[in-house]
């Protein structure tokens, strides 16, 4: 599994997320992201300008609530400079804005509401988007938001999703816990994101942000098996 540290609280980019990196640099982090929420774009750039000096891969989540403001972060991703582009629900316009731009697209399956964004719909709807939304040409995978479906087990929409979906799958959201990322790992998911969780100084090193990260990276490179 891949983890990405997301510069976020509460589905928003941090304050001051450029000095914010500047204490993770000297850990072996190799995905950062942000949301589309919180800063400008000439500050996210500088993020990702320094991100990318240290051969990192940088991602944009999108959760903004209207099409116009979500197309227009799709815009901004390709002034900001990012690798990957996650989240958004208005997929068949936004390959169209990064058609060219080179940037691995993953918006989110399933029913998307609120803010901070919520899943709904039932795991057999959630898999069938999944598997519409990775056949689209300019669709390269998927952001799932499992741990932020109100009423459905977690680790059976990312198994469902995971299984219907010819790209790789990120689960974003509200993993604060060892023993979740050790489940979502035996999902077959290909990533997971944690940003709110670490800024609280929930995971082990805490409450220094770079410890905690040295801590999940551990967690990430570990062999999980099984449930």
């Known amino acids: 599994m891949n983890f990405i540290f997301m510069l976020t609280h509460n589905d928003t980019t941090v304050p001051n997320a450029a000095d914010v990196y500047e204490r993770l640099r000297g850990t072996t982090l190799r995905h950062i992201g942000f949301k589309d929420i919180g800063a400008t774009t000439e500050e996210l750039s500088v993020v990702a300008a320094k991100a990318h000096a240290d051969g990192l891969q940088v991602f944009l989540e999108v959760v903004s609530t209207s099409k116009e403001s979500e197309l227009a972060s799709l815009e901004a991703a390709r002034t900001i400079g990012v690798d990957w582009v996650m989240g958004g629900t208005h997929a068949e316009e936004g390959v169209g804005v990064l058609a060219g731009s080179g940037v691995k697209y993953c918006p989110f399956p399933g ?27 300019g669709v390269f995978g998927l952001d799932l938001l499992a741990y932020r479906h109100p ?49 609280e100084g929930r995971l082990p090193g805490a409450p220094d942000l770079a410890a905690q990260i040295s801590a999940v990276l551990e967690m990430e490179g570990a062999e999980f098996i099984g449930d």
Do not use: C, N
Not at 119 to 127: P, Q
Not at 157 to 170: D, E, K, L, T
Not at 190 to 198: K, N, R, V
């Open 111 to 137: 029913q998307i509401e609120g803010h901070p964004s919520i899943l709904l719909g039932s795991v057999a709807d959630i898999a069938q988007d999944a598997k519409e939304l990775t056949a689209m040409d």
């Open 151 to 199: 009423t459905e087990d977690p680790l059976e929409v990312a198994r469902a999703v995971v299984a219907a979906s010819s790209g790789p799958v990120i689960v974003a959201g509200s993993i604060v816990t060892d023993v979740q990322i050790r489940k979502v790992a035996a999902t077959g998911a290909w990533g997971f994101t944690i940003g709110g969780a670490i800024f």
